[in-house]
């Protein structure tokens, strides 16, 4: 960069969720006035290769993050998640951390006792605390710091008026969004000749983790793959329920975006910082249950009124996550507390 910007966002962007997520926090910090450079984060692919605990997938990590934000020249530092912020340097200008979920919260026992401790003090540090679910913002109200829940902005999704899926779900990561659980479930309670699409993974994927389970693969399901956003979101309006067998949530924007396309939200308790959960038990409690398959059979009879009432009290919920009321809270509130 010939010129500093005022804010650089340090990028780990591990998954395509995180990627979005500093995607759009790069546009709101435009949107609201400010010059923000992405400084994206590389793994090698030996360094990479070593990712198969928490502990060592926080160290990868967060080592490379600190290669990357060597050097970085501007007003202001955001780091994109906790990891990032764990070993860099001290900035010499303010900084801030943003982030979906704390180490106190999914790091525990041993395996994250490094984090636990490295992490108070970066956020000690940080001038301004950036949370993007209630839950993470519970977990630092009490910091010394700002503290300023910034959700993910969530677009307005036109959902098709006739749904010729009956059911949508993402799986990308099989073991953490519970696959056998989700196949299960509409194995028991899909309609014949039903559809169940499912996303993030093809089908020799999704058949070796439901032989790893001892699951047979049910009749109906369309293993979509990784398709491009539009595609997906396509998907996701013109089914009936979206359906979630997550095993712990960070953020959980997919569930989001099915709301907004007025899906019906099918889900699991999931534990986490699931920003869902509370939605989606105000507008139908019956749709969320340890029992899938009961909240799968609820969500399948739902009839085209009550969905579509659904979906207007899902839009209405919605109104704090929007672009709109989201740049206030950038312009208003966080760029304010990090550029003097």
């Known amino acids: 960069m010939t010129e500093a910007a005022d804010i650089a966002l340090v990028s780990l962007g591990t998954t ?34 070593l990712r198969r605990h928490a502990a060592v997938t926080d160290l990868v990590e967060a080592l490379a993050a600190r290669r990357a934000a ?21 900035p010499d200008v303010p900084y801030a951390i943003r982030f979906d979920a704390t180490a106190s919260l999914n790091r525990h026992g041993w395996g994250g006792a490094w984090q636990r401790r490295v992490e108070r003090g970066r956020l000690r540090g940080a001038r301004v605390l950036v949370p993007v679910s209630r839950g993470a913002e519970a977990a630092v109200r009490e910091g010394p ?35 056998e659980v989700l196949c299960l479930a509409w194995a028991a309670a899909g309609p014949r000749g039903g559809r169940f699409v499912i996303g993030g993974l ?37 089914a ?37 959960l509370p939605l989606a038990r105000e507008l139908a409690p019956e749709l969320v249950s340890k029992d899938l398959t009961a909240a799968l059979r609820a969500g399948l009879a739902m ?37 003097p």
């Not at 060597?70 to 001290?90: K, M, N, P, Q």
Request: proline share 6%; glycine share 10%.
């Open 202 to 238: 093809d089908r020799d994927k999704g058949r070796r983790w439901l032989d790893r389970c001892g699951v047979d693969e049910p009749a109906g399901v369309e293993w979509a793959g990784e398709l491009p956003r539009a595609k997906w979101l396509d998907r996701v309006g013109r």
């Open 303 to 339: 009839t085209h009124s009550a969905r579509a009432y659904y979906a207007e009290r899902a839009t209405e919920l919605l109104e704090p996550y929007r672009e709109e009321r989201v740049l206030e809270l950038v312009r208003d509130r966080v760029l304010p507390g990090l550029l």
């Open 145 to 179: 710091g700002s503290v300023v829940r910034v959700p993910i902005p969530i677009e307005r999704i036109d959902g098709a008026s006739e749904r010729d899926i009956d059911a949508v779900a993402y799986a990308g990561y099989p073991r953490k969004r519970g696959l």
């Open 16 to 49: 395509p969720g995180l990627v979005h997520s500093d995607e759009s926090f790069a546009a709101l910090v435009r949107a609201a006035g400010a010059s923000c450079s992405v400084v994206p984060v590389r793994v090698g692919r030996v360094a990479g290769g």
């Open 240 to 276: 009936r329920v979206y359906v979630n067998a997550s095993v712990w949530e960070d953020y959980g924007l997919a569930p989001l975006e099915a709301l907004s396309a007025g899906t019906p939200l099918v889900t699991v308790p999931t534990p986490g910082s699931f920003e869902a």
């Open 70 to 90: 060597s050097g970085v020249r501007a007003r202001a530092v955001v780091f994109s998640t906790i990891t990032a912020a764990l070993l860099a340097r001290e």
